[in-house]
Structure formats: C-alpha cells, structure tokens
C-alpha cells in the first residue's frame, strides 16, 4: 500500500515560473526522499531530508518537511522545459528499509 | 562511478514462461532493493536484501516470486508462471548501507507478459 499522497495529482505552467508540489504521509518516519522520473522509467533522487531536519536546497530545489502535519512541499524556482516529469515523494519510517511511495505529481513546463 | 543497471530493458513473454530479471548494484552498496511499479503508480517495495540476505520479503506479492543474491553483489529477480497482471516496470535500487541512505535507481526493466 501507498502511504505519501502528492498533490496535485497534475500541474502545468509556463517555464520561468515556480512549481510547487505537495506530499502528505501517514505514519512517522525516519527520512522523505524526492524523486524525478521521466517516461516512467529510472528514478533520480533529488534530496533527501531526515525527520530531525525542516528544510534543504539544492540548486533550484527547495524541500520543507513539518512533521506535526506529516507533510513536505517541493519547490522549483525558474522552471524550464527540462524539468518536465513525474515527482515522487518517499518515506522510510523507523525501523524500516524500505521506501514507501506515493502515486505521484506529473510537471508540464511550457516552453 | 558506474550507477545501478539492469538488464533486460525490456522484456516480452508468454503467460506461464519464467523469467529472470537481473540488477548489477553500485559497487560497494550493501542494501539492494526490488520494487515493481504498474503505469500511473508509484513504485512499490517488493524485497530488501542486506548482503547476500533477504531481510524483508514482505513485499513480494506470492510465492511465485523469488530473488536471490548470492555473492551480496549482483541480484536475480526470478518470476514463475507469470501472469498478464505481472506486467510492469521492476526497478533495482541500491543504498551504501541502509533504508536511510539515499536510494540509487536503475532505469528499471518493463515486463510484459502476453
């Protein structure tokens, strides 16, 4: 079963614009990844934030997480065509291995 | 360095044939992991493997499904009788030690049984 729900399910906009996505979970957790998959094959990890952290950047990326509201956002700054993919947002929780997934947000940038 | 790959890319079969499915983890990652993902859903967790043992199978969905590991390097995702509900894309992912590292993703072989 699927414990992160990202929302929305579907955004577009226009390139040079900020995209923002969402993800809530259910249960506690020992870290939130987000990833990128483009044309439903490999993941690429984008960051990794741990449940004693509030936010990390990386380039263009900037991830919160908020722990009371088990919930995290992915923000994109200066979005551009490349950046068109499905994003994912996965949680391991205590005393486990492995990542629990949920079903996704597909990005449009418009060029 | 070298990422996690996989091999077939793709794969076509009939209904009931055995299929193997194999993940080449990054070089020195200790945890390897099988997930298998259907179109329009995120991945889900199939088994985990710490060195040359499973330490969590609970995602495997029968028992028509088995992976081995033998040297804790190289990983074979084996299928039994498959099944047209078997069709997916299987990704392997590997972690330098455990479930809180990052995970690494191969580009996932899509199976489809006919």
């Known amino acids: 079963s699927q414990q992160g729900e990202e929302d929305p399910q579907a955004l577009s906009i226009q390139e040079g614009e900020n995209a923002t996505m969402n993800c809530s979970y259910k249960?506690?957790?020992?870290?939130l990844q987000w990833y990128r998959q483009n044309s439903g094959r490999g993941l690429v990890h984008l960051i990794l934030i741990r449940s004693n952290e509030r936010e990390k950047h990386s380039g263009r990326l900037r991830v919160t997480l908020d722990t009371s509201k088990k919930s995290s956002s992915l923000l994109i700054t200066a979005s551009r065509a490349a950046d068109t993919a499905s994003y994912f947002c996965?949680?391991?929780?205590?005393?486990?291995?492995?990542?629990?997934f949920g079903k996704g947000t597909k990005l449009t940038v418009n060029p | 360095g070298a990422g996690v790959s996989q091999t077939p890319s793709n794969k076509v079969t009939e209904k009931g044939k055995y299929v193997e499915l194999r993940c080449d983890p990054i070089s020195g990652h200790t945890a390897l992991y099988w997930y298998r993902q259907s179109l329009g859903q995120g991945p889900e967790f199939l088994i985990y493997?710490?060195?040359?043992?499973?330490?969590?199978d609970s995602g495997l969905p029968n028992d028509r499904f088995f992976a081995v590991r033998p040297e804790g390097s190289v990983s074979t995702l084996k299928i039994q009788r498959t099944e047209r509900g078997d069709s997916a894309v299987y990704l392997c992912a590997s972690s330098e030690n455990s479930g809180t590292d990052t995970q690494y993703f191969g580009p996932g072989t899509r199976l489809t049984v006919l």
């Open positions: 996965a949680t391991v929780r205590g005393g486990s291995e492995k990542l629990v």
């Open positions: 493997f710490q060195g040359t043992g499973a330490a969590d």
């Open positions: 249960t506690s957790i020992n870290n």
